[in-house]
C-alpha cells in the first residue's frame, strides 16, 4: 500500500483539527466509526462523488507510517481496498494541506501531483 492517503474536508473542520490535535471526522465518518480516506488513485472520484459543489475544501495528504493499527485497508466501492481510520486522526500526521479550487461543473480540482 502506498505511504501517503488522503482525506477531504472543509478548511474550518480541518483548523479546528488543528488546534485540537486531531480530527474526529465528518457526520459521514462519525457515523460509520472511522474516519474514510482515500488512497492516491481514489482522490479523484471520492472528491466528484461527495464533495461536488462544497466551497472551501482541503486535501489532507497523511503519512501511512503515523498511523499505525488504526488504519485498514477495507473494501468498499466496487471491491476497491480503502484506507479506514480508527479513532480520531492525528494531525501531526498530515505532511501536506492542499486548497481545491472547484471546476466549472463544481467537482474539487485535485493537483495533478499529490504530495
Not at 492517503?5 to 459521514?28: N, T
Not at 462544497?54 to 468498499?76: I, Y
Request: proline share 8%; charged share 20%.
Amino acid at each position: 500500500m502506498s505511504d501517503l492517503v488522503y482525506k477531504i474536508c472543509p478548511r474550518a473542520a480541518w483548523e479546528d483539527a488543528c488546534r485540537d490535535g486531531h480530527y474526529l471526522g465528518s457526520a459521514d465518518d462519525l457515523r460509520d466509526g472511522y474516519v474514510h480516506l482515500s488512497a492516491q488513485h481514489q482522490v479523484a472520484a471520492t472528491a466528484a462523488k461527495y464533495f461536488r459543489n462544497q466551497n472551501a475544501l482541503v486535501l489532507v495528504s497523511v503519512d501511512t507510517a503515523q498511523l499505525g493499527d488504526a488504519l485498514v485497508w477495507e473494501p468498499s466501492r466496487g471491491g476497491d481496498l480503502f484506507p479506514h481510520h480508527y479513532g480520531p486522526l492525528p494531525v501531526a500526521a498530515a505532511i501536506a494541506v492542499t486548497p481545491l479550487p472547484l471546476d466549472s461543473d463544481g467537482v474539487p480540482v485535485i493537483p495533478e501531483t499529490l504530495a
